[in-house]
């Protein structure tokens, strides 16, 4: 099993990743946004993903979302294809963006959104620590991302104030 950087070359994972985010969202009952191909693609051909593979077969992802002109930075969309769960490579996955996140943002503050405790305690163990939506972006380019998860009405109806997700913050301060 490899994590590396993605690039262009592993476009053709897009559909494979779309799909088992979508599943894994259905599976669960949770609110997981939707991205399309077009969209993980762009990340790889960006330098701002990464992808877990085992040979040539899909295994997980993770990309990079950058907002407020830097100013903060979210590691998004990880999924680890059903295959490969609780191995531990989901945990994998978020140590080496959030690496890569802290080397490409040096300064930036590193943020998720997350109803999954496995994800809670794996952003808990690299630093991070629980916030209030007030305390993330206010970019409204980053909680359209949100339009697409089922609970999209409760962030709307509390003027983004909270949702079911929690917010989890990394200052590098």
């Not at 100013?71 to 490579?89: E, F, M, T």
């Not at 949100?146 to 590098?172: A, F, S, V």
Request: glycine share 6%; aromatic share 10%; charged share 25%.
């Amino acid at each position: 099993m490899k994590i590396i950087i993605a690039n262009k070359s592993h476009a053709s994972f897009a559909e494979i990743i779309c799909t088992t985010i979508e599943e894994s969202a259905k599976v669960r009952g949770t609110g997981i946004a939707r991205r399309t191909p077009e969209y993980v693609i762009s990340k790889m051909e960006k330098g701002n993903a990464v992808i877990a593979l085992d040979g040539n077969k899909f295994a997980g992802f993770c990309y990079i979302e950058t907002w407020s002109h830097e100013k903060y930075v979210a590691n998004s969309g990880l999924i680890v294809h059903p295959d490969y769960r609780n191995q531990g490579l989901a945990k994998d996955i978020k140590e080496v963006i959030f690496k890569y996140s802290r080397e490409k943002y040096p300064s930036a503050k590193i943020f998720g959104i997350t109803t999954g405790l496995a994800v809670m305690k794996i952003n808990y163990e690299l630093g991070y620590q629980p916030v209030t939506f007030s305390e993330l972006t206010d970019d409204d380019s980053f909680w359209k991302g949100c339009q697409t998860c089922k609970n999209y009405d409760i962030l709307t109806r509390t003027e983004r104030k909270m949702c079911l997700c929690t917010g989890m913050m990394y200052d590098p301060e």
